[in-house]
T-cell receptor, first 114, second 112 residues
């Protein structure tokens, strides 16, 4: 039990679909993250939220839209994705930002874009 | 952009053998982390290191923060089949904010 859950675990969508990924953390943390994990590549940080405010957006295409309604929940809204967006999307949380506030990951959502 | 060089990319060993993997960087780091990822799961933090020269153990796992602050290694002693997975190093650069930089991972296979 990692304390970070993600739904759905698997998602197949067409390029014209709109879908959302959900992340929930049960650890009382104040920071949440979205990462993209592609085969043979390092984890890529997409978005960072601290106390429900976005603090980092690493040049992610606008077809990915994050939402953090409260410190326990994080969403990633998807629309008009491309096949190259197929990957494992990982959510993580930490007590706060900064050193010694290490990140705990959820199990990920395996996304396939057809 | 900044990259971590993690090696080896993959390892195939016999149960009971010791394993060593490492990460190097061209920049100085103030944090080194080691994660393990099982198939279909997210990475799980194994060991965190915050001081140059620090040596920390977690069961059969031992990791060290290199004294140059540009590298770290992870050792696994007496490997068992459940050690199979992908091991990632990650770190924070000095004066570069709080973002983690990840290595590409070392895939470990253990045969019994």
């Amino acid at each position: 039990e990692t304390g970070v859950t993600q739904t759905p675990r698997h998602l197949v969508m067409g390029m014209t679909n709109k879908k959302s990924l959900k992340c929930e953390q049960h650890l009382g943390h104040n920071a949440m993250y979205w990462y993209k994990q592609s085969a043979k590549k390092p984890l890529e940080l997409m978005f960072v939220y601290s106390l429900e405010e976005r603090v980092e957006n690493n040049s992610v295409p606008s077809r990915f839209s994050p939402e953090c309604p409260n410190s326990s929940h994080l969403f990633l809204h998807l629309h008009t994705l491309q096949p190259e967006d197929s990957a494992l999307y990982l959510c993580a949380s930490s007590q706060a930002l900064g050193s010694r506030n290490e990140q705990f990951f959820g199990p990920g959502t395996r996304l396939t874009v057809l | 952009g900044q990259q971590l060089n993690q090696s080896p990319q993959s390892m195939f060993i016999q149960e009971g053998e010791d394993v060593s993997m490492n990460c190097t960087s061209s920049s100085i780091f103030n944090t080194w982390l080691w994660y393990k990822q099982d198939p279909g799961e997210g990475p799980v933090l194994l060991i965190a290191l915050y001081k140059a020269g620090e040596l920390t153990s977690n069961g059969r796992l031992t990791a060290q923060f290199g004294i140059t602050r540009k590298d770290s290694f992870l050792n696994i002693s007496a490997s068992i089949p459940s050690d199979v997975g992908i091991y990632f190093c990650a770190g924070r650069r000095v004066q570069a904010g709080t973002a983690l930089i990840f290595g590409k991972g070392t895939t470990l296979s253990v045969s019994s």
